[in-house]
C-alpha cells in the first residue's frame, strides 16, 4: 500500500511542474562592448539561451532589422522573429514574446540608462521606457521602469 501512495505523490508532484523551456535567439554586438556582455548575461539568467554575434558594423544590422535611429542602442537581438534593441529587460521580453502581438515587431530601450539590465552602476537607476515599435517606426510604450 505505502508503494501505491509514493507512486501516486510522485505523479501528482510530476504533473503540477512543468519544465520551462528555454527561448533561444541571437545577439548581435560591437566586439568591444561590455554591458552587452552583461545584458547577455541577464538574459540566460531569465531562461533566455543567446547566440552572440560579434558585427564590425551594427548600423547595417540594425538597418537590416528594422532598427531606426531614434531608438537604437548598443546591442540588438533577434528572439522568436521579433527584434529587440538595446537594454531591454528580460521580463518584458518574455511578456511581449507571450503576447504574440501582430503588428508590434520589437521592443527598444532607446540609450543606454542607468539601472536598465547590463548598465548596473552602484545605485544609479535612470528612468527609462521600453517602447514596442511596428514596420512603419510608430512606437507605444510597453513598460516603465525606475519611474
Given amino acids: 500500500m505505502k508503494l501505491n501512495h509514493i ?3 510522485s505523479l501528482l508532484v510530476t504533473s503540477t511542474f512543468t519544465i520551462a523551456e528555454t527561448i533561444k535567439g541571437t545577439n548581435y554586438q560591437s566586439p568591444s562592448c561590455g554591458c ?3 545584458w547577455v548575461k541577464h538574459m540566460e539568467d531569465n531562461g533566455f539561451e543567446l547566440d552572440v554575434v560579434l558585427e564590425q558594423d551594427m548600423t547595417a544590422k540594425k538597418i537590416e532589422l ?3 535611429p531614434e531608438y537604437a542602442s548598443c546591442h540588438t537581438a533577434e528572439i522568436q ?3 529587440f534593441e538595446g537594454h531591454v529587460p528580460a521580463e518584458d521580453i518574455q511578456r511581449f514574446i507571450d503576447s504574440k502581438p501582430s503588428r508590434m515587431i520589437g521592443l527598444a ?3 543606454m540608462p542607468m539601472g536598465s539590465p547590463g548598465m548596473e552602476y552602484k545605485d544609479q537607476q535612470d528612468p527609462f ?11 507605444m510604450v510597453w513598460a516603465r521602469h525606475n519611474q
Fill in 66 to 68: 528594422g532598427i531606426r
Fill in 81 to 83: 522573429g521579433y527584434t
Fill in 7 to 9: 507512486m501516486a505523490l
Fill in 36 to 38: 552587452c556582455k552583461d
Fill in 129 to 139: 521606457n521600453v517602447v514596442a515599435f511596428d514596420e512603419k517606426g510608430k512606437t
Fill in 109 to 111: 530601450v532607446p540609450g
